[in-house]
């Protein structure tokens, strides 16, 4: 009986240890595995006062549908005297499903302020993004 | 032996991925970036002024961006022509003028000289060189 307990544990561990990996959550220890997700996108036309789409693309690496449940970006400061402060991205409001091994578009309404300084010209803000999906 | 088979099969329901619907994060995935333009540093070409009675129609060509696409508005400018002084615009050829033309009415007897300057936002081009000599009659 006892013997049966060590295997039933060691099956529960090992069971932790796959779905840990598969899970891809950030941080935790386990084997390295691909995010489910992975957005890319970007722009190059801005100017003060300005509103357009930031076209974004959606892929997804797993075999199963899956539902967006939030797509975040996160700006940074393009140069110094020209911060991301400038720059107004919208919020991903919509439902999103992506196909197993498949990809899907998406556009947020991106602004620069009518108040960008002349540093501004010319300049690159790096974008960061953080998507999160649930087995469709 | 039961009470282990039950053990192991609620902990492969929980824990192995693709069952049930529980929502996972999956950190940063992914870059991109936000490029912005700027106004060619090209002065534009003079423009040029037609006057009817006391409304001066002032047109000019479009002035581009560094990409070559143009640019949303221009700032026009209103000199006295004698003494070089800066005027006040009058409607509707003051603030913004987001086409390349625009009619200046109730302008005031005397000879004037005009310039436009690209504009976005509060980018500002190079301003153009005067017109030709605008005179408007009493």
């Known amino acids: 009986m006892r013997l049966l307990s060590a295997v039933a544990a060691l099956a529960l561990a090992a ?31 801005l100017y003060p006062g300005v509103r357009k789409r930031l076209p974004l693309v959606v892929w997804s690496n797993r075999g199963f549908r899956i539902r967006v449940v939030s ?24 439902r999103l499903v992506v196909a197993p091994h498949g990809f899907r578009t998406v556009d ?7 108040g960008a300084p002349d540093a501004c010209k010319r300049a690159t803000f790096p974008l960061r993004f953080t998507v999160r999906g649930r087995k469709a | 032996m039961k009470g282990i088979c039950l053990l192991l099969s609620v902990g492969a329901a929980l824990l192995l991925p693709g069952h049930g619907d529980a929502a996972w994060s999956v950190g940063r995935t992914g870059s991109g970036k936000i490029g912005s333009k700027t106004i060619s540093t090209a002065a ?14 002032v047109t000019w060509t479009a002035s581009h961006f560094a990409d070559g696409t143009n640019v949303p ?8 022509a004698i003494t070089n002084a800066l005027q006040t615009t009058l409607s509707a050829c003051s603030g913004n003028v987001g086409a390349t033309s625009c009619v200046e009415h109730a302008v005031p007897t005397g000879t004037w000289k005009y310039t436009v300057t690209p504009a976005a936002g509060i980018w500002r081009g190079t301003e153009s060189a005067k017109s030709a000599n605008v005179v408007v009659l009493i």
């Open chain 2, 44 to 57: 534009p070409a003079a423009p040029a002024g037609a006057v009817s009675s006391h409304d001066v129609t």
């Open chain 1, 71 to 94: 797509l975040t970006v996160r700006v940074g400061n393009a140069r110094r005297g020209c911060g991301r402060k400038y720059l107004r991205v919208g919020r991903f409001r919509r």
């Open chain 2, 73 to 80: 508005s221009y700032i026009v400018k209103r000199y006295d």
């Open chain 1, 108 to 114: 947020l309404p991106v602004t620069m302020l009518p």
């Open chain 1, 15 to 45: 069971l932790l240890v796959v779905a840990l990996a598969q899970s891809g959550a950030p941080g935790k220890a386990g084997p390295r595995v691909r995010p489910a997700l992975r957005v890319t996108g970007g722009l190059r036309s």
